[in-house]
């Protein structure tokens, strides 16, 4: 995030801070939410034979993906706005400076969303293929390009590339 945004020296001149901590808490969910989508869904295609007659992995998967994807974007608002209600204005500003200051953070932030975009334009294409509902594979291949981007982030970590 801190390619698009300005990050100043000091936490205290940080502009459009609920924009970004609120910018960052939903980026986060995508992941996690389609992360808990992917495990659910690939488990029930393993385990349930009914699942495996009635509908393919892909299909399966994009499905729970988006389910997982608007579910945690729910909680995590809501999360969001019970633990910052009340709070000065100084707490979003340096929160949000922080997220701007680690590198790591903004490492995950761009993989992740190089991973949304191509899994979006991913899940369009699998979608037609299987018959998922457009808006669904759209928001099941964007969570699940956002995974893969993660890990593909922590691979390049491991063979030295951060």
Not at 41 to 51: D, P
Not at 82 to 106: A, F, H, P, T, V
Not at 107 to 112: F, G, T, Y
């Amino acid at each position: 995030m801190n390619r698009i945004t300005d990050h100043p020296a000091y936490a205290e001149d940080q502009p459009h801070a609920h924009l970004l901590l609120t910018t960052h808490v939903l980026h986060r969910a995508i992941t996690v939410g389609s992360l808990f989508g992917i495990i659910y869904g690939g488990g029930r295609f393993a385990l349930s034979s009914s699942a495996r007659t009635a509908t393919t992995l892909p299909a399966i998967l994009l499905r729970s993906s988006s389910t997982g994807v608007l579910v945690s974007s729910g909680i995590s608002a809501l999360a969001l706005a019970g633990r910052m209600y009340g709070r000065e204005e100084i707490e979003w500003k340096d929160r949000s400076w922080r997220l701007l200051e680690s590198r790591g953070q903004n490492q995950a932030d761009e993989w992740s969303a190089a991973g949304m975009v191509s899994g979006a334009m991913g899940g369009v294409v699998v979608g037609r293929s299987v018959g998922v509902v457009t808006y669904r594979a759209v928001v099941g291949g964007a969570g699940m390009g956002s995974v893969l981007g993660v890990m593909a982030m922590m691979a390049w970590r491991q063979v030295g590339g951060g």
